[in-house]
């Protein structure tokens, strides 16, 4: 299939310029192999889309995240705002939100689950690794995505946030549309640990010129609390797709939209 071709080129790409550790090689493999879920009937998740025009447009990474945007507009601000641009997360420090080290970071997210996720493990630039504490307890995080390019671009954004027990946060995740022709395919992934709180907003702001397959994973401890609330104007092709597990006694979650 041409497109795989294009992939592995893409992904060879990012090979030379950075280290591609086992996993993410073992991710491209996985992808490589079958490709998009475009012929999966018997799949609950895809069945109902129709995923071949995925074949015809060969998207290219892009990693340049120097855009500008004024948050002023959108009533956000820089201080509690974490832009992602291109798919590549850009962070500011925040007191009471720390970068994790790779070495302490385990993923919830099962890479030989989906295509989709296989490739977003694959082609992601870096993974945003974040621990929030008890200094941002109360407060509000926003993740904003937006994209500007001359091509038609493949986002793989990799954003996991860690929770502190004790801590309640509300994190807001908006799309904004643009007129780039994108593969959107952002992964957020969040470990709530005893007693802590999330309140998750998510919202599509797209285009017809946009293709958004949505993942989220929660991992829930003792007496945590989730909760999603989501909308969306739609894509072209769109797909909000979440897995909560509760880990932990008295864990409770709340899935609306």
């Given at each position: ?25 073992e ?13 999966k ?32 507009t ?32 385990t ?33 509000v ?9 001359s ?28 007129k ?57 092709l ?20």
């Amino acid at each position: 299939m041409e497109y795989i071709k294009h992939y592995e080129k893409n992904f060879n790409e990012l090979s030379n310029v950075s280290n591609i550790d086992s996993l993410k090689q073992e991710s491209f493999n996985f992808f490589s192999k079958s490709g998009f879920p475009i012929k999966k009937k018997g799949d609950e998740r895809w069945k109902y889309l129709d995923l071949r025009s995925l074949e015809k447009t060969l998207y290219t990474t892009d990693y340049d995240n120097n855009l500008n945007i004024d948050l002023n507009t959108i009533g956000l601000n820089k201080s509690n705002t974490i832009s992602v641009n291109n798919g590549v997360p850009s962070y500011q420090k925040f007191n009471g939100i720390d970068v994790l080290s790779k070495e302490s970071y385990t993923p919830i997210v099962n890479v030989y689950e989906d295509e989709f996720l296989s490739l977003n493990n694959s082609l992601s630039s870096k993974h945003l690794l974040l621990k929030v504490n008890s200094e941002f307890n109360g407060k509000v995080l926003n993740i904003v995505y937006y994209g500007d390019s001359s091509k038609e671009i493949l986002e793989c954004p990799r954003i996991y946030l860690e929770i502190e027990q004790n801590v309640e946060i509300t994190v807001n995740e908006i799309f904004i549309s643009s007129k780039v022709v994108t593969l959107k395919l952002p992964v957020i992934e969040m470990v709530l640990n005893k007693n802590s709180r999330v309140l998750h907003n998510l919202v599509f702001q797209s285009s017809f010129s946009e293709n958004n397959f949505k993942f989220t994973r929660i991992d829930q401890k003792e007496d945590s609390f989730y909760k999603l609330t989501s909308f969306s104007n739609s894509s072209l092709l769109a797909a909000n797709d979440i897995k909560v597990s509760l880990n932990g006694k008295n864990s409770e979650c709340d899935l609306k939209g």
